[in-house]
């Protein structure tokens, strides 16, 4: 499947502007409800039932998209299986200042530094509130605001906000947009947020009456003895699930190297060795059980493919649709359709971990 002459046309237009102004507008089109659809034919063999949650397939939206929650709804209608808002702190604020976000399109990717830029709970809150009786998967991704001096805190009331909004939460200790909050993933420090923001969900089911899944978002750029400890402390304090991975410090092998010298983390397609690895060692430290969503650098249905294989029960994208369009969306499910045909498989959840091995021995 490729993109359409009228959303070629369109991401040529878009790509005159920076990168900021043209997310912008792409928000402001979907809001509109006039983005052209992409019919795709449901298949039931691509369905994916996680905790009490059914996902229509298993491509997500990842968050940084859709920061203030606008147009979850609009997102769900062009194919994914479903999506996450945020992230977003208790306060609002600006975030870094621009410009913030780069393209580089000879690498196929994106670096930025937004620095969880967004209009805080109450404005997300509003909006949720507002599409209560919409259908469709919207998890919430909560993060700290960047001049809290109790960052526990922040989560914690991030997870009281939206408990009987979310479909499931994303815990973003992971960014490395805000100065410190990667520290959050060291042992003692992810223990100690664990621990609260597990408490606080467990109080909220006492309320709103369901057990929000809670999952952890990393970044790629952990070593194996980090990654060991996070996968320890998220079993020992019964987390729901792992996301695997955020954005990476790292340049490596990258032939824009003038951009690349930009701070910030980078994703798109320079992200997806580092991150299937991350998915992978993941997969085999935390066992079969563990429920992991893969992110970074999928563009393509063989590359969401590999995701799958190397570990992954769900999926999210975002940087390739700056390069692929929202036709992507439907390419990927029909080529995730074919590869089931072509393995003889009678679901996607068969395909997982049958690479598992040959990605987890590679090196970071």
Known sequence: MTASPFEKLALAGLHFLDAETAHGLTIKALK?????????????????????????????????????????????????????????????????????????????????RYGFNNEGHEALRRRLDGRRRQTGIVGVNVGANKDATDRVADYVAGIHAFADLASYFTV?????????????????????????????????????GRHVPVLLKIAPDV??????????????????????????VARDGLTDTVTAQETGGLSGRPLFRKSTIALAKARRLAGPDLPIIGVGGIDSAESAWTKITAGADLLQLYSSLTYHGIGLVGEILKGLSEKLDQHGLKHISEARDTNLEAWAGLDF
Not at 60 to 76: I, R, S, T
Not at 174 to 201: C, F, H, K, M, Y
Not at 227 to 245: F, H, P, R, W
Request: glycine share 8%.
């Open 172 to 208: 973003n200790v992971s960014s490395p947009n805000t100065p410190g909050l990667r520290d959050l993933q060291a042992r003692e420090a992810l223990a100690e947020l664990l621990t609260g923001v597990i408490t606080a969900r467990d109080e909220r089911m006492q309320v709103v």
């Open 32 to 112: 509109t409800g006039l983005m052209p659809k992409c019919p795709i034919a449901a298949d039931p063999r691509l369905e994916v039932q996680l905790w009490d949650l059914r996902f229509p397939n298993p491509v997500g939206m990842a968050a940084g998209f859709d920061k203030n929650g606008e147009v979850p709804d609009a997102l769900l209608k062009l194919g994914f299986g479903f999506t996450e808002v945020g992230s977003v702190t208790p306060r609002p604020q600006p975030g870094n200042p621009k410009p913030r976000v780069f393209r580089l399109p000879a690498d196929q990717g994106v670096i930025n």
């Open 223 to 248: 070593d194996e003895a980090s990654l060991e400890d996070i996968i320890e402390e998220i079993q020992a304090k019964c987390v729901d699930g792992l996301i695997v991975s955020n954005t990476t």
